[in-house]
């Protein structure tokens, strides 16, 4: 975690040093314009601030409190499942077990997905509804087929998703894109 909150200051001493605003500001100004949802803030500071993605996202993220930096980690974990999405829950765990037995891997739970790091983030899980678990994975170049679809405008953090209905369905195959996808990272 003590890389990524390094990686995280050197990105707001940059932004600060690039735009002569404080990050404090940055916040202010981005909670102020009225966005309610993280895409829709990343799109806007982008479009009307001139900010690229990875600074816009980062702000985004810091303005709504959605990232494990912003809040507690088990926190947002716990409103990741809470109501019918619990149901879903054994899917994520066997899939988080999985992740968690390749090796170094970083679980960074935002509010309503978990971020899968190794050096750079490789995929998410995210309980979608109480009956289903997206598996989002960095795969780019691999041609989708079968259940490895696109992502799509569903993410832009990943290239494919994988749609899961019960733990069952996390087999070989989908262990296989998940491992692929990792050892890209």
Do not use: C
């Not at 899968?116 to 309980?127: D, H, N």
């Not at 993410?155 to 070989?172: L, W, Y």
Request: aromatic fraction near 8%; charged fraction near 25%; glycine fraction near 10%.
């Amino acid at each position: 975690m003590a890389d990524m909150d390094a990686a995280t200051a050197k990105m707001i001493a940059n932004l600060e040093a690039n735009t002569g605003k404080s990050f404090s500001d940055w916040i202010a100004l981005a909670r102020g314009a009225g966005q309610a949802k993280h895409g829709q803030m990343v799109a806007w500071l982008k479009a009307e601030q001139g900010l690229t993605h990875g600074y816009a996202n980062l702000v985004a993220h810091k303005a709504m409190a959605s990232d494990a930096g912003s809040q507690d980690g088990e926190d947002l974990f716990a409103a990741m499942f809470a109501g019918p999405k619990a149901a879903i829950k054994p899917a994520y765990d066997k899939a988080a077990a999985f992740v968690e037995g390749l090796g170094s891997v970083e679980f960074a739970p935002k509010k309503g997905y978990t971020s899968l790091r190794r050096t750079k983030q490789f995929g998410l899980l995210q309980p979608s509804t109480k009956d289903r678990l997206d598996i989002g994975l960095a795969l780019k170049g691999v041609e989708p087929a079968g259940r490895l679809e696109a992502a799509g405008s569903w993410n832009g953090m990943v290239s494919h998703r994988i749609r899961i209905a019960a733990p069952d369905e996390i087999d070989a195959e989908v262990e296989g894109w998940l491992r692929q996808a990792w050892e890209r990272a």
